[in-house]
């Protein structure tokens, strides 16, 4: 076997997967770059995991083949390559050129050519490595041929093949011609699949043999596709056949892996904006722990004090017992001033005895931590802040949250964890926790990790989080965001630090005396569904509800799932509800179930036993359009209008006597916003007169005066007022409402005729959208939404609701946010009010009860005017003994 290997990379391919796994990236020139940011990070694994010495990228060439001249259809439902791919591909050839990697592409031919060419010409002298996850390329495999994809971590050779297939490599072009490809719409034998070519293929081992073997085909059905499909099997086996004998000019030496030049790599890093790239060519992050300091003795910490003094900017991490900071006690701290430098103090360890006393290090810590002059970085600063405070410090000088500065720049990443940012945006992998907490294949605590391991993850959690800092702040300026993000998103954290760190008040009594009245509903609700069924089951099993629905009962399904089997989801059995009376029984019972899971039985756990309050967690980063979410507990998804969500909201009670719940509730004001941006004058002057906007929308749908408009009528103009801000279309709008499909459009098509300016406004946003990528809130924040240029319908059409909506909910989010801070910097209201909740469009406060009056007109004051939009802003205020009675 040759020992030397040559890599052909299907270069094509590597873009356009890329391009799928990078959510829409740009730089500072709006000029696209997340195919080329997750092409060179696949290069540079592949470079590493595999160390080449040769390596060719080949490309297509960017016309039709010669498989178009054969049959016109062939691709044709691909359509066009998207431009922003298009635009990218120059910069992925200019990076393979400076990298040292040859490139190859030949005209009427196809990447697939050229490597099965290239593979033929040089398999006696090296071993061919495909990289690629393409099916196509397994007709190639052969002793000294064999496929990696390296986004699997996947090696195809002979026995893979035969295993997957059931077919050896040089059947594959035979097998490939009986299934067809409907990706590269290549027809094959209509009716054979992988298991029937298979069959065929082991019995007669070639296409030929089995057309001149038809008479020995059992299966009629079989043999009649066979023979009706004959002219497809053949032309499918041209369109699937790589080509390997396309003449090549090059010499191996011409495919040996080049010294890359720094230079061009550097430049073309920069104007792509991809400054980790550029730091990672300069250097490597090797040697980086020689930096990361443990601090033990006393003269040291003392000269790290006087450091801190000096600093203007800083990074500080805390590494404590738990994540819930009401509860967390510090276990170590650790600083960075300067990148790939820091210092760890440890402080609660087990493993060595020898550290400073924490009280000592704390209160010398503390004109440092407490000085606002001292500007401080972190990644989800709230969570210090919290815990320093119940040290007695206050965190000042909060100056940069990671977290939040890769929220604002990009709304729509999965996560926005240290280590998934420093991935993103620095091209580096962090040490992971799991790791440095795991011993002896058992998880331990921080506090049992060895000092040495320690001091490198803190660190270098400082450290990054500093290097990060550098980063965004950057791109920030770039997009013009900068200015908003100092101005709210920052002393945003403060605000929600302070409502977290208060924390809510439980009746505990009212919530027993529900849970029993639960527990006998509950009871009472099952009985009856064994009663109509006619024997006891398992309620919370989908597979014995799948049986007893749609066996026994003949109940007709409508949805299946992922796995092929028939949902019993909630939204699956309400769209088939009226077929029989268990479902609703069933419905019943997972409702009431998940409410006393979900709150009645565990918000009495989660009172804090120090506080005696409920310490929710507000997720700052929680959302794409830039809502809070909330977890432990989620306030968000209490039920509003119902009798039973208002009795759990009774347990929300003022902690201090004479103290009531004031609740101030923003009024449609995502409505108000349609109206703001649209600029549609029905809507405005409905708004500016404080008209009933359900009213007039019902009374233009129903044709009838506004004064003879019904509850009926109101209700439904309501649910097409706000289904309208969230794209809705005919067919889902028609289920809402319960009512036939060509009535849904027409009430669809009256709204938009009432409010003519808000389809412009629609279309305006979504062309806007489409060119630059983003939707954009009303402070800026960005939302990208690739999919909105997607071929694919479906995709499209969900990233244009999204580019609708999100505009609209990520600007209530940022104009509560503006009201939050105004009020919490409002010292007046200190002694008399406390901030204690925020739900969706609501503010929840506990206000001293002789204050009500004074502090309720400020709260409105500030929430109405917290921004000048073309419509007035309205809130509605409630008090009462409980959060309930506040409504």
Wanted: glycine share 4%.
């Amino acid at each position: 076997m040759a020992s030397k290997r040559l890599f052909l990379l299907d270069a094509s391919s590597y873009v356009f997967r890329a391009y799928h796994a990078v959510s829409f990236l740009t730089n500072s020139k709006s000029f696209p770059t997340n195919a080329i940011f997750g092409f060179v990070n696949m290069i540079n694994k592949l470079l590493k995991d595999f160390k080449p010495e040769y390596l060719v990228a080949v490309l297509d060439s960017g016309s039709k083949s010669f498989r178009n001249d054969i049959y016109k259809e062939y691709k044709a439902n691909r359509g066009e390559t998207p431009e922003d791919i298009a635009l990218q591909f120059p910069k992925i050839i200019e990076f393979l050129n400076a990298k040292g990697i040859r490139t190859i592409s030949m005209e009427d031919y196809e990447a697939d050519d050229l490597i099965g060419s290239i593979a033929e010409k040089y398999k006696k002298k090296f071993q061919i490595c495909i990289i690629s996850g393409d099916k196509d390329f397994t007709q190639l495999i052969g002793k000294n041929v064999k496929m990696i994809d390296t986004m699997k971590n996947k090696t195809t050779s002979v026995d893979e093949v035969i295993e997957k297939y059931g077919c050896k490599p040089e059947q594959m072009i035979d097998f490939l011609a009986l299934v067809g490809d409907s990706v590269d719409n290549i027809p094959g034998v209509r009716g054979v699949g992988p298991k029937t070519a298979k069959e065929l293929l082991t019995e007669f081992e070639t296409l030929d043999s089995i057309y001149k073997n038809l008479d020995k085909i059992s299966k009629d059905r079989i043999k009649n596709l066979l023979i009706e499909n004959q002219d497809n099997a053949n032309l499918s086996k041209l369109l699937v056949t790589i080509k390997k004998d396309l003449p090549l000019t090059d010499n191996p030496e011409d495919f040996s892996l080049k010294e890359p030049s720094v230079s061009k790599l550097n430049k073309l890093f920069k104007e792509l904006e991809f400054d980790s790239f550029v730091k990672d060519e300069d250097r490597t992050f090797a040697n980086k722990n020689s930096n990361y300091k443990t601090i033990l003795k006393k003269n040291d910490f003392k000269n790290l004090v006087s450091r801190l003094e000096e600093q203007n900017y800083l990074s500080l991490d805390l590494e404590t017992t738990s994540p819930n900071p009401m509860e967390a006690e510090i276990v170590g701290i650790s600083f960075s001033f300067k990148e790939e430098t820091g210092f760890y103090i440890p402080l609660s360890h087990d493993v060595d005895t020898n550290q400073l006393d924490f009280d000592y290090v704390i209160e010398s810590l503390r004109p440092i931590l407490e000085d606002s002059k001292i500007n401080k970085i972190g990644q989800n600063l709230k969570y210090e802040i919290i815990i320093f405070s119940r040290l007695g410090i206050k965190l000042s000088g909060i100056y940069f949250d990671t977290m939040i500065a890769a929220h604002c720049l990009d709304s729509s990443l999965q996560s926005y964890s240290l280590d998934n940012l420093s991935r993103r945006f620095l091209n580096y992998k962090m040490i992971s926790y799991k790791d440095v907490t795991t011993l002896d294949k058992k998880s331990i605590p921080f506090s049992s990790v060895s000092l040495k391991e320690a001091t490198n993850y803190s660190c270098e959690d400082a450290d990054i989080t500093f290097r990060l800092y550098k980063y965004l702040s950057e791109k920030l300026i770039n997009h013009d965001l900068s200015e908003n993000f100092f101005k709210y998103e920052i002393p945003f954290i403060q605000v929600l630090s302070n409502i977290e760190k208060e924390g809510v008040n439980i009746n505990t009594k009212v919530l027993e005396n529900l849970s029993k009245e639960f527990e006998e509903l509950i009871a009472k609700i099952k009985s009856k569904a064994f009663s109509l069924v006619g024997k006891e089951f398992n309620i919370n099993s989908p597979l014995q509800l799948r049986e007893i629905l749609f066996k026994d009962l003949g109940i007709k399904p409508n949805k299946k799932t992922k796995k092929g089997e028939f949902s019993t989801d909630s939204q699956s059995l309400n769209e088939i509800i009226e077929q029989h009376e268990v479902i609703e029984q069933i419905l019943l019972y997972r409702f009431y179930s998940k409410l006393q899971s979900t709150y009645v039985e565990s918000l009495p756990q989660l009172i804090n036993t120090s506080t005696k309050r409920i310490h929710t967690s507000y997720n700052h980063v929680g959302t794409s359009t830039g809502r809070l979410s909330s977890s432990n507990p989620n306030l968000q998804n209490i039920p509003i209008k119902s009798a039973e969500g208002k009795r759990i909201r009774e347990a929300f009670v003022p902690l201090k006597k004479g103290s009531v719940i004031l609740s101030a509730d923003y009024s449609q004001i995502e409505l108000r916003l349609l109206a703001h941006f649209s600029r549609d004058p029905v809507m405005e002057s409905s708004f500016k007169l404080d008209d009933d906007i359900h009213s007039l929308t019902a009374a233009e749908i129903f044709n009838v005066t506004k004064k003879k408009v019904t509850e009926d009528q109101r209700r439904l103009a309501k649910t097409i007022n706000f289904g309208i801000l969230y794209g809705i279309g005919p067919k889902r709008l028609s289920k809402q409402i319960n009512q036939d499909l060509k009535i849904a459009k027409a009430f669809i098509a009256k709204y938009f005729e009432k409010y003519s300016h808000v389809k412009n406004y629609f279309d305006e946003i979504i062309e806007s959208t489409r060119d630059k990528g983003y939707s954009e809130t009303i402070l800026e924040r960005r939302r990208y939404l690739p999919d909105i240029n997607s071929n694919n319908f479906i995709s499209r059409g969900a990233a244009e609701r999204a580019a609708i909506n999100s505009p609209i909910q990520g600007s209530a989010a940022d104009i509560i946010k503006m009201a939050m801070i105004l009020i919490n910097n409002d010292s007046s209201l200190y002694n008399d009010c406390r901030m204690i909740m925020q739900v969706h469009d609501e503010l929840v406060f506990e206000v001293s009860e002789n204050k009500i009056d004074n502090v309720s007109k400020k709260i409105k004051n500030y929430m109405e005017g917290c921004i000048t939009l073309n419509v007035p802003l309205k809130v509605e205020l409630g008090f009462g003994k409980s959060w309930s009675d506040s409504h």
